[in-house]
């Protein structure tokens, strides 16, 4: 059975830090291109950042500079390293794995809030 549990979020003021975990289960994990996306309210899901088992990483333009993404195969996780948090960063980030054959799984998201 496929997991993908994402934590780490919560509220934060504009020009802060946070930094998500997902850890993943029931997928062959480092050989996987593993993502984070983002949904805010009324808004389509967007790009945040991919990276490649072999630690090739893209990145939204939104986020590009600001955010980090990185992986640990030994423990199965990606993480998303997020800094100078603005207000529009405001959505729920979802952990998302695709596979060889371009099957892809989804986390439930974790809620990332960022005050004014």
């Known amino acids: 059975q496929v997991q993908l549990v994402e934590s780490g979020g919560g509220l934060v003021q504009a020009g802060g830090s946070l930094r998500l975990s997902c850890a993943a289960s029931g997928i062959a994990f480092s050989i996987n291109v593993m993502g984070w996306y983002r949904q805010a309210p009324g808004k389509q899901r967007e790009l945040v950042a991919t990276i490649t088992p072999d630690g090739s990483t893209n990145y939204g333009d939104s986020v590009r500079g600001r955010f980090t993404i990185s992986r640990d195969n030994a423990k199965a996780t990606v993480y998303l390293q997020m800094n100078s948090l603005k207000p529009e960063d405001t959505a729920v980030y979802y952990c998302?794995?695709?596979?060889?054959?371009?099957?892809?799984?989804w986390g439930q998201g974790t809620q990332v809030t960022v005050s004014s």
């Open positions: 998302k794995s695709r596979n060889k054959w371009g099957g892809a799984d």
